[in-house]
């Protein structure tokens, strides 16, 4: 596994609006639509930071936290 970065993410889902916010050294606060069920927010925050980051989302991959508002994620 290639390892760019990794990422400390704080998620806030059913949000008004999708945001991503810097909160820090290598640390995101990051706003979503959709509801924790299903892993829809997983899913919008996977597409979202492949956005950010401009990679695909195979590249995004969370390694921690997945039931949780306080995820640490890798990106490739």
Known sequence: M?????IKVK????????EITYA???QYRIK???API??????ELISLLAHHFKVGKSSIEIVK???????V????
Request: aromatic letters at 2%.
């Open 38 to 43: 299903k892993g829809r927010a997983n899913q």
């Open 2 to 6: 290639n390892i760019m970065k990794k």
């Open 11 to 18: 998620v806030i889902p059913r949000a008004g609006k999708q």
């Open 65 to 71: 936290g997945l039931y949780s508002r306080n995820k």
């Open 32 to 34: 979503l639509k959709s």
């Open 73 to 76: 994620v890798v990106i490739k």
């Open 24 to 26: 820090g050294p290598d």
